[in-house]
């Protein structure tokens, strides 16, 4: 059984910066790409950013590319999203999502879902 639990969400002010966590069980991270995504109240899930199971490859959505940063601590089956400079057009519910290793698209059609950790960015 394969399980995600982000951590690491809070309520800070534009400009300030966050670290998500998502503890991974069930499953090797080694072996499998991993993605973050957000989602706002009233609109769509959004991608935001994925790291390919080799360790070696990572995409960004447009929007955040230059102040997040994804990465993997491989010793804690950890992966993390780094957010600097934060603007309230930020704020959403953030999710880590799983796929195995042998996808092409890291964009879209995860396997396995986190729960979601708030993050809130005021003015």
């Known amino acids: 059984q394969v399980q995600l639990v982000e951590s690491g969400g809070g309520l800070v002010q534009a400009g300030d910066s966050l670290r998500l966590s998502c503890v991974v069980s069930?499953?090797?991270?080694?072996?499998?790409?991993m993605g973050w995504f957000r989602q706002s109240p009233g609109k769509e899930r959004e991608f935001v950013a994925a790291?390919?199971?080799?360790?070696?490859?990572?995409y960004y959505e447009d929007r955040v590319k230059g102040r997040f940063t994804i990465s993997r601590d491989n010793a804690k089956n950890t992966v993390y999203l780094q957010m600097n400079s934060l603007k309230p057009e930020d704020t959403a519910v953030y999710y880590c999502?799983?796929?195995?290793?042998?996808?092409?698209?890291?964009?879209?059609?995860?396997?396995?879902w986190g729960q979601g950790t708030q993050v809130t960015v005021s003015s």
């Open positions: 069930g499953r090797t991270i080694t072996t499998v790409s």
């Open positions: 999502a799983a796929k195995g290793k042998y996808a092409i698209d890291l964009r879209t059609s995860y396997e396995y």
């Open positions: 790291l390919r199971w080799t360790g070696s490859e990572t």
